[in-house]
Nanobody, 117 residues
Framework: QVQLVESGGGLVQPGGSLRLSCAAS????????MGWYRQAPGNQRDLIAS???????NYTESVKGRFTISRDNAKNTVSLQMNNLKSEDTAVYSC???????????WGQGTQVTVSS
């Protein structure tokens, strides 16, 4: 069982920045793909960014060039730096961890990001 604790989020104006962080309770952090999903009201949950232990990253098209995912394998944390935020980025953002061998997934509790003037 892996517990994921998120921090960050909140209200920001369009064009602003926010940083989300997620701490994982596991001794084998390197065996997990880490990433972020988001879900806006009335929409499905979408994968927006992921990162493997080696640092290779993937992003959904809508956030490329604006969001950066990173991980610290020594501290068992993953972060999402979000720049040039738009109103359509408003959603609940959830951290996840997926074991590279079993595929088992764990989720954080979610944190609200609201982009509004």
């Amino acid at each position: 069982q892996v517990q994921l604790v998120e921090s960050g989020g909140g209200l920001v104006q369009p064009g602003g920045s926010l940083r989300l962080s997620c701490a994982a309770s596991t001794t084998v952090f390197r065996f997990y793909i880490m990433g972020w999903y988001r879900q806006a009201p009335g929409n499905q949950r979408d994968l927006i960014a992921s990162i493997v232990s080696s640092g290779r990253q993937n992003y959904t098209e809508s956030v490329k060039g604006r969001f950066t995912i990173s991980r610290d394998n020594a501290k068992n944390t993953v972060s999402l730096q979000m720049n040039n935020l738009k109103s359509e980025d408003t959603a609940v953002y959830s951290c996840y961890a997926q074991h590279i061998f079993s595929g088992t997934m764990y989720w954080g509790q979610g944190t609200q990001v609201t982009v509004s003037s």
